[in-house]
């Protein structure tokens, strides 16, 4: 049983590295739509969680050294940005083929693993399938906000059902982070792929979610304000989960106004 998803990890990566290829040392200083954070700091993050995963499946001791760091982290309020600043010491080109080579073995090993393999993590142990699913979606969700900030629209394929999937799964956790009463049911998605197929998961009974999958995706990441999206959200229930859907680990997270995070089409203008 080959775990598909590694591949899906693999081509969201090398898409992400296409874009970056042209860029310049300098470029890599960037700050992007998201949080004020950098190319750099884009690349730090998904380099850092990519090897955490890659060592929660095959060095499982380190990982348990690593997560105590992650926890004293937290404990201290600090969050950890410092924590990955402090364990990458990459940056600019450097940083790009670092993470894209570690993302290439990543991959490789992956592809072969169990998916109903248990993995540590951060939070409740996952599978292998859900682990590899986090980091494409991690992927995704921080590469558009490299895409936006140079000005590209980033072509888009059926491999994003994966991170659909998992804004499904996360519909109760979407509530409970936030401190809200889970809903008995979800609320019907009828979601268009890229592809033009159409996707559905839910009961209508709860309301009903209509429009682009990427859209979809856009919103239970946070990385598109509902606002900006081609969603059509009828009912109480699909209207309070688009208002705070967070398919993400880790504290609450208040998702971003309408406009706040767009293509920049200014980037290069002036070269």
Not at 40 to 66: G, I, K, Q
Not at 139 to 154: I, P, S
Request: glycine share 8%; charged share 20%; with cysteine.
């Amino acid at each position: 049983m080959n775990l598909t998803q590694a591949d899906d990890f693999l081509r969201e990566s090398e898409t992400l590295f296409q874009v970056l290829l042209p860029l310049t040392e300098a470029d890599f200083d960037t700050v992007t739509g998201f949080k004020g954070w950098t190319i750099n700091d884009v690349l730090v993050h998904l380099y850092f969680w990519n090897r955490a995963a890659d060592m929660s499946a095959f060095e499982p001791d380190t990982f348990t050294v690593l997560l105590e760091k992650v926890m004293v982290a937290f404990a201290a309020g600090k969050g950890l940005r410092g924590l990955e600043n402090a364990t990458i010491s990459e940056r600019g080109i450097e940083l790009r083929t670092a993470w894209i080579s570690q993302a290439r073995d990543m991959a490789e090993r992956w592809r072969d693993m169990d998916p109903k393999k248990r993995l540590a993590w951060a939070g409740p142990p996952m599978s292998a399938r859900s682990s590899i699913t986090a980091r494409q979606m991690e992927t995704w969700a921080h590469g558009l906000e490299v895409f936006d900030c140079l000005g590209l629209e980033r072509p888009e394929s059926d491999r994003i059902r994966n991170i659909v999937v998992l804004g499904v799964n996360t519909f109760g956790w979407s509530h409970q982070v936030h401190g809200l009463e889970v809903p008995d049911t979800m609320p019907h998605l009828v979601l268009i792929a890229p592809s033009g197929e159409v996707w559905e998961y839910g009961d209508p009974v709860a309301g009903e979610i209509t429009g682009p999958a990427v859209d979809f995706a856009a919103v239970v990441t946070q990385t598109r304000a509902l606002a900006d999206t081609a969603l059509q959200v009828s009912g109480p229930i699909a209207q309070n989960w688009m208002s705070h859907a967070q398919c993400f680990a880790g504290p609450p997270e208040t998702p971003p106004e309408g406009g706040m995070r767009r293509r920049n089409p200014a980037f290069g203008a002036n070269d």
